[in-house]
């Protein structure tokens, strides 16, 4: 596990780099499946795709969207769950190299607890993630919104995040 690391992060950091990028310029057809989330979503939420939050949001979705990817993209992070989920995978196959399709699974398992920690953020009120502010805060200084604008803001786009997580784990 330990020598193959260095290397797996490497992939695993390029390829989550791939995916945000793509996720905030290429429409998907997956619902999030979230369910009910402590009074943030319930059975009436209606989700924004892509087009729908860069229609919400108009000329600042631009803005938003870099401080997500910057958000998702930030250091700090071990990746330990796409390590455990790349070695698990050379173990139970007797030391096959994980294929892209098991790569893009556990970026997938990364941002959906990206996503989780968004959403905590959001529900707890925290305005600091690994040392620096939390994507709503973010939001807030960027664009100028009160906090709880931003805090809309995070909320509305986790479920594109939840989506691209969903297609690539499945």
């Not at 979503?41 to 795709?49: A, Q």
């Amino acid at each position: 596990f330990e020598p193959l690391a260095p290397r797996d992060l490497t992939v695993i950091e390029s390829r989550h780099k791939d995916i945000v990028e793509r996720m905030l310029i290429e429409e998907i057809a997956i619902e999030p499946n979230i369910g009910d989330l402590e009074d943030i979503y319930d059975s009436n939420t209606v989700f924004l795709d892509l087009s729908a939050l860069k229609e919400h949001y108009g000329d600042k979705w631009q803005k938003i969207a870099l401080v997500l990817a910057e958000y998702l993209n930030q250091e700090g992070g071990k990746r330990l769950r796409p390590l455990l989920i790349l070695n698990g995978y050379r173990v139970f196959s007797h030391g096959v190299e994980p294929s892209q399709e098991i790569i893009n699974a556990a970026v997938g398992i990364e941002i959906f607890h990206e996503t989780a920690l968004l959403l905590d953020d959001v529900i707890d009120n925290s305005t600091l993630r690994r040392g620096a502010p939390s994507l709503w805060v973010k939001i807030e200084k960027l664009l100028e919104f009160n906090s709880l604008d931003a805090k809309k803001v995070a909320t509305e786009s986790a479920p594109l995040c939840f989506s691209w997580a969903r297609y690539l784990m499945v």
